[in-house]
């Protein structure tokens, strides 16, 4: 056993860098696909809805955590050898993709019916209606609550410690597992997870209060 020192939270600090890289790419994914899964939710074609209203279903309705086993321990039974980096992503990716598209869904729904009625009015085609009319407007409702999930999404990395990727969590726990001083140790795993979400958080607040205000004049 050993005391915490400088060199210790060096390494918690240096895992940061895997905790932003996978949050980035569960969010860039999770975009792409929750624009996906919106356009579909708000499509005119019945099984377009139905196949987004399932999968929202199935990973709103259960644990990331479990995503992330079945995603790990899952793939190798199907024969794909997958590596916790890769599961990690992928697990995040569709979980985010879920929570997103039905945020966008509802931001898209909250454009008034006289935009809908005008576009169609114009004759354009459903895509010239969504591009040039309804995804513009949609997007400025979207961006303070888009934001503030980005929040989620950095937490929610934490559980990749338990398939054995090496982020801020999972250093804390070898370095924990080095020194035996759970509460130093931990206490500044949660430090750096206040300074990665508290900006975004006041981003998202400052975001809402102009779009109200706004709204309000």
């Not at 860098?17 to 074609?45: E, K, P, V």
């Not at 080095?178 to 509460?183: H, N, W």
């Amino acid at each position: 056993m050993r005391t915490f020192g400088i060199g210790d939270l060096w390494f918690i600090l240096e895992a940061a860098q895997w905790t932003i890289a996978l949050s980035l790419i569960a969010f860039i994914g999770g975009a792409i696909g929750g624009l996906a899964i919106a356009l579909s939710r708000t499509s005119d074609l019945p099984l377009l809805r139905n196949a987004a209203r399932a999968f929202i279903l199935v990973f709103q309705g259960t644990p990331l955590l479990l995503q992330l086993f079945l995603v790990f321990f899952g793939a190798p039974i199907l024969g794909l050898d997958v590596n916790p980096w890769v599961a990690a992503g992928i697990a995040l990716i569709l979980n985010t993709s879920a929570f997103l598209g039905e945020i966008w869904r509802g931001c898209i729904e909250a454009i008034p019916r006289g935009q809908w009625e005008a576009a169609e009015a114009l004759n354009l085609s459903y895509r010239s209606r969504m591009m040039k009319v309804i995804l513009p407007q949609a997007f400025k409702i979207a961006l303070p609550p888009t934001v503030g999930y980005m929040v989620q999404i950095i937490k929610g990395t934490s559980l990749a410690a338990i398939i054995g990727f090496t982020e801020v969590t999972r250093a804390g726990q070898i370095i924990n597992n080095a020194t035996f001083q759970p509460l130093i140790v931990f206490s500044v795993v949660a430090a750096i997870y206040f300074m990665l979400c508290w900006p975004l958080s006041l981003l998202a607040g400052h975001m809402e209060r102009r779009r109200n205000a706004a709204l309000a004049r």
